[in-house]
């Protein structure tokens, strides 16, 4: 006989099955099983193949960490965006807006923290910044919840107007951070303590390049992390292989993108706040400048893929660190060149669905 009681248990363990059912498909880049180990080992052949043209053993060390330092903080600007156009379906041009307002806040955070982000104690300089970063990525995701509510919404689903409207958008950010901040160039000096070099052996290793590779690290383990092992990560993935039958369960799954949305709006501010650090001085256009860069990650990378983005970073900056040094003069171009290269071999990018 079955009773009320039972039925009950039984309905959540229901809802629970039938939302892992609709989340087999989306994300497929995260799980494929074919062809995942390809593009590490071009970014591994490629950094191999370059050991001979530069020629001395120490500058290559020197370059190579430069580019995997490069990497790691486009990674976490580009990440975001990358997750909101292959699970919300949105084309946000004005993710560029958010590693400006990032940076611009970790000037001002870092000017107000003076005493104890340049105290010259490690454990000062660390408390420091860790208090930069959070302060960047709280500011970019009140104005992520609010760039959302007020571009994003009235234009779900049209890709046209989403790209008009993000970009305006972005122009009208700009101009209100040149209005709060003033037009001169902002600075935000390293901290003594992650500034400068140290040596192994006859290798210069910059301090703040080992900084930015393991928080790079920690934040790409997180995401795969997040998507791949807990409930929410499974939710997000159900919504977008079927919203209509996770809506139908009775979760709200309209707010759980506005969440990713807002995420990805942090991370865009954790990226500012490390690029400020990395250039010490920057304008309004700081963001803008990086953003076709970052359209190129998400392109090669494959929409929606943390791991694809990942790779795709660090294959763009390994590229243009060592084209920078051997021919400076096709620097501008090498970028290009690397999305055209994957997209011939790959043309739904590095970690599409099924491959």
Request: aromatic share 10%; hydrophobic share 60%.
């Amino acid at each position: 006989m079955i009773t009320s009681t039972s039925v009950a248990q039984e309905a959540p363990q229901s809802k629970v099955s039938t939302a892992e059912g609709a989340a087999t498909a989306p994300l497929a880049a995260l799980h494929a099983p074919r062809g995942n180990w390809w593009p590490p080992f071009l970014v591994a052949t490629l950094a191999i193949f370059a050991l001979p043209l530069v020629g001395a053993f120490p500058t290559w060390v020197t370059l190579t960490l430069a580019g995997l330092a490069m990497g790691m903080m486009l990674f976490i600007m580009a990440s975001g965006l990358s997750l909101v156009f292959g699970l919300m379906d949105v084309m946000n041009l004005g993710h560029a807006a958010f590693v400006a307002v990032g940076a611009y806040v970790a000037s001002s955070v870092a000017g107000a923290l003076g005493g104890l982000l340049y105290s010259g104690t490690s454990s000062g300089a660390l408390l420091g910044m860790v208090i930069v970063a959070i302060a960047a990525m709280l500011s970019t995701a009140v104005l992520g919840l609010v760039f959302e509510r007020l571009f994003i919404r009235p234009v779900y689903g049209d890709h046209l107007k989403q790209i008009l409207i993000t970009i305006g958008a972005m122009i009208i950010v700009e101009q209100l951070v040149l209005s709060f901040w003033g037009t001169q160039q902002m600075t935000l000096v390293l901290p003594e303590v992650v500034r400068g070099t140290f040596t192994l052996g006859d290798i210069a290793v910059e301090r703040f390049r080992v900084v930015a590779v393991v928080l790079g690290l920690v934040l790409y383990l997180g995401l795969l992390l997040l998507f791949g092992r807990t409930r929410i990560g499974l939710l997000i993935r159900a919504g977008v292989e079927n919203r209509e039958m996770v809506q139908a369960l009775g979760y709200r799954i309209q707010r759980v993108f506005v969440g990713v949305f807002v995420a990805g709006a942090a991370l865009a501010g954790l990226g500012g706040a490390m690029w400020g650090f990395y250039r010490e001085q920057f304008t309004a256009a700081v963001g803008a400048d990086l953003l076709v860069q970052m359209l190129i990650i998400v392109v090669i990378g494959g929409l929606g893929s943390v791991r694809g983005c990942f790779v795709g970073a660090l294959l763009l900056a390994l590229v243009q660190t060592y084209v920078n040094y051997l021919l400076p003069d096709l620097a501008l171009v090498s970028n290009v060149a690397v999305m055209v290269a994957v997209l011939l071999w790959r043309p739904r990018g590095l970690y599409a669905a099924g491959t």
